[in-house]
């Protein structure tokens, strides 16, 4: 439990936990309890694993890490965390609980961390109600994905966030200059992988990569998000491209939709894609 201010923070925290087992109170961050908007944790650069927060009837936050200060990660990384709880409670957060400001430099990856109640087990690296910084030149790689209410995450110059499979909810997105936002879309899954706002703020790029779910030729339209503010900046989209399809895509006016056609290559082409005598 951190009240003040630490400096730094490194190692390896692993099977680390906070459990409520009278249920008439809570259980916030497994290894790490950023308690207070004035409490700061200036560096911490871990690994996390296994850790979990447990709750018999109160809420469960945080299975790594709980903030409501300032906390800054450089190059860590978080895999099966999880916070657990009874069928009528409230979990969020499978890695970290945000209601600060979490800052996050150098390669930081999710992978694995969950969020459960009573039986029914979701995907879940962070919830976020604070800010989320993306620090210039620096990765943030989930897996699990991001929810919250009312949270911001800015994406810094040159920084790239890497959602893969993952989904945002409940947080604007803020691209800064030169960020590159990489995410995986499916040809037969609904669903925004932003369910909010994104604000380019300078010039960043879009890169896609599309798992194609059957077919051999049609026509797609994948919505980004709700909505794209380009008062102040534009974005790019990369190439797509896949092995087994030839792809063309284009950005709508409105930025925030991608229009896919493609078209499954012959055998003779797939062969030569993948260097293969056929």
Same mark, same amino acid.
């Given at each position: 439990?951190?009240?003040?201010?630490?400096? @730094?923070?490194?190692?390896?925290?692993?099977?680390?936990?906070?459990?409520? @087992?009278?249920?008439?109170?809570?259980?916030?961050?497994?290894?790490?309890?950023?308690?207070?908007?004035?409490?700061?944790?200036?560096?911490?650069?871990?690994?996390?694993?296994?850790?979990?927060?447990?709750?018999?009837?109160?809420?469960?936050?945080?299975?790594? *890490?709980?903030?409501?200060?300032?906390?800054?990660?450089?190059?860590?990384?978080?895999?099966?965390?999880?916070?657990?709880?009874?069928?009528?409670?409230?979990?969020?957060?499978?890695? *970290?609980?945000?209601?600060?400001?979490?800052?996050?430099?150098?390669?930081?990856?999710?992978?694995?961390?969950?969020?459960?109640?009573?039986?029914?087990?979701?995907?879940?690296?962070?919830?976020?109600?604070?800010?989320?910084?993306?620090?210039?030149?620096?990765?943030?790689?989930?897996?699990?994905?991001?929810?919250? &209410?009312?949270?911001?995450?800015?994406?810094?110059?040159?920084?790239?966030?890497? !959602?893969?499979?993952?989904?945002? %909810?409940?947080?604007?997105?803020? &691209?800064?200059? /030169?960020?590159? !936002? %990489? &995410?995986? !879309?499916?040809?037969?899954?609904?669903?925004?992988?932003?369910?909010?706002?994104?604000? =380019?703020? /300078?010039?960043?790029?879009?890169?896609?990569?599309? !798992?194609?779910?059957?077919?051999?030729?049609?026509?797609?339209?994948?919505?980004? $998000? @709700? $909505?794209?503010?380009?008062?102040? /900046?534009?974005?790019?989209?990369?190439?797509? #491209?896949?092995?087994?399809?030839?792809?063309?895509? #284009? =950005?709508?006016?409105?930025?925030?939709?991608?229009?896919?056609?493609?078209?499954?290559?012959?055998?003779?082409? *797939?062969?030569?894609?993948?260097?293969?005598?056929?």
């Amino acid at each position: 439990y951190n009240y003040s201010q630490i400096g @730094k923070i490194s190692g390896h925290f692993i099977d680390n936990y906070a459990e409520n @087992k009278q249920g008439i109170s809570s259980a916030q961050g497994g290894a790490i309890h950023n308690a207070v908007a004035g409490s700061n944790i200036g560096e911490i650069s871990a690994e996390f694993v296994g850790n979990y927060a447990t709750s018999a009837g109160g809420a469960a936050s945080g299975g790594a *890490i709980w903030n409501a200060g300032v906390s800054s990660l450089n190059n860590s990384t978080f895999s099966n965390n999880s916070v657990v709880g009874a069928a009528d409670t409230t979990t969020d957060g499978g890695a *970290i609980w945000n209601s600060g400001t979490v800052r996050f430099v150098g390669t930081n990856t999710f992978s694995g961390n969950t969020s459960s109640t009573g039986t029914v087990l979701s995907k879940n690296d962070i919830y976020n109600s604070g800010t989320i910084n993306i620090s210039d030149n620096s990765v943030l790689s989930i897996s699990g994905g991001i929810t919250g &209410m009312n949270g911001t995450l800015v994406v810094g110059d040159d920084a790239t966030l890497q !959602l893969n499979d993952a989904t945002i %909810s409940g947080n604007s997105v803020t &691209m800064s200059d /030169g960020a590159t !936002l %990489s &995410m995986l !879309l499916h040809s037969n899954k609904a669903g925004l992988p932003i369910d909010g706002n994104v604000i =380019l703020n /300078g010039n960043s790029n879009l890169n896609l990569s599309v !798992l194609f779910d059957g077919g051999t030729s049609g026509v797609q339209s994948y919505a980004i $998000s @709700k $909505s794209i503010d380009t008062t102040n /900046g534009d974005w790019t989209l990369g190439a797509i #491209t896949n092995a087994l399809y030839d792809i063309s895509a #284009t =950005l709508t006016d409105a930025r925030n939709v991608v229009e896919l056609s493609y078209e499954r290559k012959s055998v003779s082409d *797939i062969a030569s894609s993948l260097n293969i005598d056929n």
